[in-house]
């Protein structure tokens, strides 16, 4: 199972970027999803999460700018990402959470990262 990020990049303060998440390889549909980033000289952390029933929650600084969204028969996860500051500059990787099975807990899967810069 792979999950390929697509849609990062170079962007000035206050512009928008969508990124992309895609599974392959899968015979299942993700559990939760959510996107993780890292900036650098700093802990990875969590950006936004999305549960198979369609909740969500955002780390504080970014909500009410991201929006996370997913296609359940892509096996497929979004973030749009608007009013871009410089603090969000930063590596960030999609994650999916395979459903339990026979009572062991879903297993965590990473994508390979992509690059979000944005410049003041």
């Known amino acids: 199972v792979q999950l390929v990020e697509s849609g990062g990049g170079l962007v000035q303060a206050g512009g928008s970027l969508r990124l992309s998440c895609a599974a392959s390889g899968s015979i299942f549909t993700f559990d939760d999803m959510g996107w993780h980033r890292q900036a650098p000289g700093k802990q990875r952390e969590l950006v936004a999460h999305?549960?198979?029933?369609?909740?969500?929650n955002y780390v504080d600084s970014v909500k009410g700018r991201f929006t996370i969204s997913r296609d359940i028969p892509k096996n497929t996860v979004y973030l749009q990402m608007n009013s871009l500051k410089p603090e969000d500059t930063a590596v960030y990787y999609c994650m999916g959470t395979s459903p339990p099975t026979g009572g062991v807990p879903g297993y965590d899967y990473w994508g390979q990262g992509t690059q979000v810069t944005v410049s003041s």
């Open positions: 999305i549960t198979s029933g369609g909740s969500t």
